[in-house]
Structure formats: C-alpha cells, structure tokens
C-alpha cells in the first residue's frame, strides 16, 4: 500500500491536457521536494520532474509539476500518443533517508 | 550520460538469494551520489527497495532489511543487491538508478532499462 495516493487512470485526447494528482502527507510531502517519472513497462523509467517543478534536460515543458502542502501535481499540456504511459510521483520520507513512490497513473490517450 | 545495466539470472528458486549487479558506465560511482535498486512487481506500481552511498553507507525499506544487503564495488564501478529468502512476492523487473538523496531531495535520475526475475521451482 504506498503512502502516496495517485488515481489509477486517467484519459485524454490527443491535444488535450491532463492532470495527475499525488497525495501525500507531513511525513512526505509536506516536508520533500516531489519527483514524477514517466515508465513505459519493457524500457527505463524517465525522470520527467524533480524539485517539484523542474525538468531535467531533454524534457519537453508540456510537462510541468507543482507542489502545494501535502500534494503535487504534474500536467501535461498538447498530450501526444507516445505519452501513453505510467506515471509515478516519488519523494522522501521525514528521516531523510527513504523513497517513497505513488502507486501510479495510466495515462490513456484515446 | 550516465548509463547503467542490471545483470543477473531470469529464474531464482523460492527460498534462495536473488543476487543483481549493476555496472554503471560514463561516472565514477567514487565521485558520490547514492545507487538504487527498485522494482515493478506483475500489477503493482514501483518500489524502492534500498539505496546505498559510494562509501558503502546503506539505507533499506524497512519491510525488506532483514531480507537485502546492497553494496558496491568502486574499484569495477558496481553496486549489487542481494535478497535472501525469496519467495514468488519478489518476482519483479528489477531496476538500478542514480539516487540524488540530499536533506528534503529524493529522486532517481538515470536509471537501467530492468532486469526480469521471477521467482518458481
């Protein structure tokens, strides 16, 4: 059961934005950066955002995240169909020393 | 561009140790960061299973500590992951990462493409 609560999927046209929500709480998020991962199973996981809201370079600004309190967001704006995938939002745990994963989100590109 | 590769068997036997390594290629593992091991289980989401510093420091999901050990090599530029005991629950793609772990900042920023182990008799 993680201690990050993500929706288990979400859909959207192709031009479309969509929304991926993370809860969380004062033992997470609310005292970490936030980090969201893009994984199409079969290849490597993707960094897509970390500290919250930047982008490691190479990753187009349609994706963008924030953090408010206890919760994040990432959304992606002009959604393309090679952005079907799995995403995951990931931070720290009060001590500084564990990861903690969402349970992630299908994104679905009709 | 830092790269990684996981290697390892595809097929482990229940009550044995699931052993992993991950060459890392284009960074010296000796000039710092924390090195990862995580996995996707059949269904399930991903999962952190421990992380270790170039100085061999550890840090380990608590509901798996008593099962994994994580170390690393300097000297070939590898981490490894052991888990004892294992039963058909850990059979997962395992993946290693580069673990950016500093006060209030976790995440993984390159990472393996994944490593299939499943666990039968």
């Known amino acids: 059961q993680s201690l990050l609560t993500q929706p288990p999927s979400v859909s959207a046209a192709p031009g479309q934005k969509v929304t991926i929500s993370c809860s969380g709480s004062s033992s997470n998020i609310g005292n970490n950066f936030v980090s969201w991962y893009q994984y199409v199973p079969g290849g490597a996981p993707r960094l897509l955002i970390y500290d919250n809201n930047k982008r490691p370079s190479g990753i187009p600004d349609r994706f963008s995240g924030s953090k408010s309190g206890t919760s994040a967001t990432l959304v992606i704006t002009g959604v393309q169909a090679g952005d079907e995938a799995d995403y995951y939002c990931g931070t720290g745990d009060s001590g500084f020393r564990i990861a903690e994963f969402g349970g992630g989100t299908k994104l679905t590109v009709l | 561009q830092v790269q990684l590769q996981e290697s390892g068997p595809g097929l482990v036997k229940p009550s044995e140790t699931l052993a992993l390594n991950c060459d890392v290629s284009e960074y010296s593992i000796s000039n710092g960061y924390h090195w990862g091991w995580l996995r996707q289980s059949p269904g399930k989401g991903l999962e952190w299973i421990g992380s270790?510093?170039?100085?061999?420091?550890?840090s380990y999901m608590p509901s798996l500590e008593r099962r994994i050990s994580i170390f690393v090599d300097t000297s070939k530029n590898q981490f490894s992951l052991e888990l004892r005991s294992v039963t058909a629950a850990d059979t997962a793609t395992y993946f290693c990462a580069r673990h950016v772990l500093i006060r209030g900042r976790s995440y993984f920023d390159y990472w393996g493409r994944g490593n299939l182990v499943s666990v039968s008799s």
């Open positions: 270790v510093f170039y100085d061999g420091t550890t």
